[in-house]
Structure formats: C-alpha cells, structure tokens
C-alpha cells in the first residue's frame, strides 16, 4: 500500500510535469515555435494575375508591373510577398527579387526595374505571415519585346520665319531606325504656342519615300505665327521618336493680285506698299492668264500685265481711280493710265485694255478686264 | 505524455487485486475504467482511466487519464475552411474534414461527501490539474484522395501552419463530481460530470465530459 502511495504521488508530479506546453507541428514552418507564440498560420500561395502567362510585353512598355492574386491564408497579421523574375523556368538565374513587398487589396503589385529586350522571362510570388513562409506560386511567363528605336525628324519646310498659306505642306524627311521596326507613321502637330499646348491640328500620315508630309484639313487662322513639329511612330511596337525640331511659320492668305503676280513672277510691290487692307474689289472677267492681241496696234501682250494687277491691288485696298493713279505715280511705280469716269463710262484707261467697273460701280466693284478696239 | 500513461497502468498492476471488504470498512482507494460523452464546441465521445488512494477518510488523491476524440474549435474550423477554399481554387472535387483529439492526464484531489463505508450512495467532488496534448487533425482531400502530406506541392502550393497541423501540449484544469454506488461487492458504478480546461495559446479549450465508470474499490 505505501509502494502504491508513493507511485500515485509519483504520476500526480508527472502530471504537473507535462503540464508544461510543448507543440510539434506536423509540417515544418519557419516560424518560432507555437509553444512560445501564437500559431503559425497557413498559406496558400499566391496566384499570378498579370501579365498572363505567355504574355508578350512590348519594350515600349517597360517598367512591367507583376500582378499577383492575393495569397490566402489564416495570418491575421501583416502579410508579405517575395517577387522573383528569372531568365529560366527554373529560376537558376534570377535577375529581379523584390522582398517585402505589402499586400494589396485583392492584388500585390511590384514595378519592376526596366528588363533586357527581346528576352522570355518567367516569375513567380510568395507569401509571408503569422510565422509562416509560404511556397512561391506557380511560374508565370512573359517576352520582352525586341529594342526598337527610331531617328528624329528633321523638319525641311516650313521653316522658321517662313510664311505661307493657311494649308501648308509640313515636311520632314524620314527616320533613321534600329530594330526590327514595324510600319512607320509621322504625327503633326501645329499650335500657336512653343509648347505645343494647345494644339490646333494634329495628323498622321504614313510614311513616304524619303520624306513625308501633312497638309492640314482645315484652314489655319491666316497672319498668325504657329509652331509645328512632327514625330515618327511605330504603333504596333510603341515607340515614338523624339520631336522634331520646333519651327515656326507666319500665314498669310494672298490677295487676289498677289496670287496673280506669283503667276506671272513678278513682285507686286516690290518698293513701297500701298496701305489699306484688301477685300474692297472683286475681279471680273478676262483675269486669267493669257496672251491677248490687240488688234489696232497688231500687237500680242501677255495679260494680266504687273500695272493692271497693281490697279487692282489699290481697288481691292479700297482706293478710288483717280487716287489709285496719284499713288502709282508719287511712290515709284509711274503709269500712264487714265481714269474715264461715270456717268459715260467708269473705266480706267491702260495701254492695249480698260480696267472697266462693272455697272459703273467703283466701291467695293467688279472690275472687268476689257481690251481696247482702238 | 507516454510516461504518464504508462504510470497509470504500473499503478493498477502493482495495486494487485482488491482485497475483499465487508460492507462499512473504509475504502483505501479505487480504480476505474471510463466511457463519457463530451461537449464543447462539438460532441463526442471521451474515454479514459481513473484511479484514486485515500490519503483521509474523506480524501482521495487521484489521477485520471484517457482520450477525448474531438474538441475541434471554431477556429481551428474556420482557419481549415478558409485553406479548404484555397485548395478549391486549385482542385475540383476537393474536400475537407477537422478533428481535434485530445489525450489527457491529470491529477488531484477527490472529496467524498460521506466517509466511505458509511452508506450505498459515495456523492463526492474532485479538481484536478494535468496537462492535454491536443493534435489537429485537419485533412484535405482532392477527388476522395486525401492530398494533406502533399499540399505544399504543385498544383495545391499550400503551407499548412502549426494552427492546422502538429500537435501541442498545454496545461489542464479539471474540476467536476459524481456519485459512486456499490452494485456488488468491490465492483462500483461511478456516475461522473467532468469540467475540463485546456490553456491552448489562441483559444482556450473547454470540453465537459459526463459519463460511466465501472471499477472496483479496494
């Protein structure tokens, strides 16, 4: 009975003993032990969402983002995510870790630092929380695609200072390229500002044979200094050059005597220009060019002559007949036309024709180009 | 927890068989076996050992050890559910099940309300402290095939921590009572209600046990 006492006696102290809490987890885990802590909590890895296996990433579109479904798991504190990104399936040469990385909502995201070109990479994520480390999820694959680059255009017209109609022909001659660029478009762009902000007209055109061009689709506000530059463009690839140079132009929409007088090349006022805006005259009949015979004289003349448009030009200014010739003959451009007034006739007498305003009507008119029968 | 256990038997073989007592002679202790039904946050059912020596007419020192097949707790079922879904995500046909033994061993002081021999009925009152080892058994199954051992492997890629696997060891309180009645001779039916605490980190583990023992007193 005493031998029984003392073993009764020895189990209760081995009671006590194994009181003390001990733990042996079924699955090894990087965290302390359970004993001295909380559980370590379970993981299930975490899935890749972006880019999609076997996505092909343009280099253009560097810095890839990794998108990784948000791993699962029981931790109810801070969870972490690794990011590797190896140049093999089996992640022997990695060439991007990203530790630590706080888990978003939903997602965890990580920027990736810029990837060489042209290359398959794979890359794959894991999980840590409440003292565990989870395994790394399945690999994903991308491609890097191939390092394209493009020239910079080099603006041939207009250039600075240069002015021109309300639809010039912007130009730049083609690219220079490196890579295996796709197709190349050219994208203009014209603003009032240097800054290119905003932007009046914007186009796209495809590439031409050594050079390539734009004409805008609408009238530019006339005598208003715009900027323009262009960029050459590989869409299917994304890459875009640097601009252009910026250069400037001024529009001018010419006047119906200036435009005859480039037709015939003869300056229109190559000395002193009379004042006055245009818009005060209308021109008639028998403007065109053409070569008329003035039958008293026998004589064949090309028409208009630089003295008939300069005419014009005064009308179109809003001068009267008789100022008009007073002009001519006082700022060196001497004539020796005669001005035939209403109510007989209302024509302005030149060598082989009239200038005859038609109805008489000299303001604001139409002035008729009539040849002389005697 | 092996020792303890095996302490209990050695116990029981070195008390030797129950020497025959007249009625009213007092008891100098007893063993017995048990069968319980146990409650916590599941049912099930609990069986064990219990042997006590009187140290007092009315005082017993016992120990009691024996095994409680589940007293899963509503987190270790929630922490296995949330994993389940992980493992869901991955493989169809997939399933789980969550069970919660615990082996225990304890021991205390057992008081009897009347001295032994001096009626049929023994009501009596006991507490006790020991320790449990509480295993999580949490197991995943994927088309019937159960996938625990491989869950960290491609395609399921799941860690299981130490809050769904493995086992610890904790500190246990018992406290509870019963009444005793000599059905023949020496031989004893012990209607008994037990209490029991087991001082787990995360969630504490209460289960109550009430059941049948049948031994001998000696």
Known sequence: ?374 | MKVTVAAVVAWTLFAGPAHAQSQGAPDKGYVEAVGQSSFGSVTSQSFGAEAGIAIKPQLQVFVEGGRTRDVSTSALSSAAKTIAGALAAVAANSGYSVKEPVTFFDAGLRFSFYPSGAGKLDPYVLAAFGAATVKQDVRYTVGGNDVTSTLAQDPYLIVLGSDLSGSFTKPMLVVGGGVAYPVWKQLVLDFQLRYGRVFAEDQAINVGRAGLGVGVRF
């Open chain 1, 1 to 374: 009975m005493r031998r029984a006492r003392l073993f009764l006696v020895a189990a209760a102290a081995s009671a006590l003993a194994s009181a003390c809490a001990s733990s042996s987890p079924s699955q090894p885990t990087s965290g302390g032990s359970p004993a001295a802590a909380d559980a370590t909590a379970s993981i299930a890895a975490p899935r890749p969402a972006a880019p999609a296996n076997n996505a092909q990433v343009r280099n253009a579109d560097q810095p890839v983002t990794l998108i990784a479904a948000n791993a699962i798991t029981t931790a109810t504190t801070a969870v972490t995510y690794m990011f590797e990104v190896a140049s093999d399936a089996g992640f022997a040469n990695k060439v991007q870790t990203w530790d630590n990385v706080a888990q978003g909502g939903g997602q965890t995201t990580v920027k990736l630092d810029p990837l060489a070109a042209g290359r398959d990479y794979w890359w794959h994520a894991r999980a840590s929380g409440g003292g565990t480390t989870g395994v790394f999820g399945a690999a994903s694959k991308f491609t890097i695609g191939p390092a394209i680059s493009l020239g910079t255009p080099t603006p041939i017209a207009p250039l600075t200072g240069s002015q021109t109609g309300t639809r010039p022909a912007l130009r730049v001659s083609n690219v220079s390229r490196s890579g295996p660029a796709g197709a190349v478009t050219y994208r203009f762009e014209i603003s009032t500002s240097s800054a290119f902000t905003p932007l009046v007209q914007v186009g796209t055109n495809t590439e031409g044979i050594n050079e390539t061009g734009f004409i805008p689709t609408t009238d530019l506000q006339a005598d208003t200094t715009f900027f323009w530059r262009a960029f050459a463009q590989d869409i299917a690839n994304g890459v875009t050059s640097t601009p252009s140079a910026v250069q400037s132009f001024v529009t001018h929409q010419p006047s119906p005597a200036e435009i005859m007088a480039s037709q015939i090349g003869v300056p229109l006022w190559p000395g002193q220009v009379p004042p006055g805006a245009t818009g005060h005259a209308t021109l008639g009949d028998n403007w065109q060019v053409q070569i008329l015979h003035h039958l008293p004289t026998n004589t064949f003349f090309a028409s208009p002559t630089i003295e008939m448009i300069r005419f014009f030009d005064l009308f179109d200014r809003g001068f009267q007949p008789d100022p008009a010739i007073d002009w001519m003959n006082t700022h060196g451009y001497p004539t020796i036309a005669q001005w035939y007034p209403p109510p007989e006739k209302a024509v302005l007498g030149l060598q082989f024709v009239y200038l005859a305003a038609r109805n008489k009507i000299t303001v604001n008119g139409t002035w008729d180009l009539v040849l002389k029968t005697e």
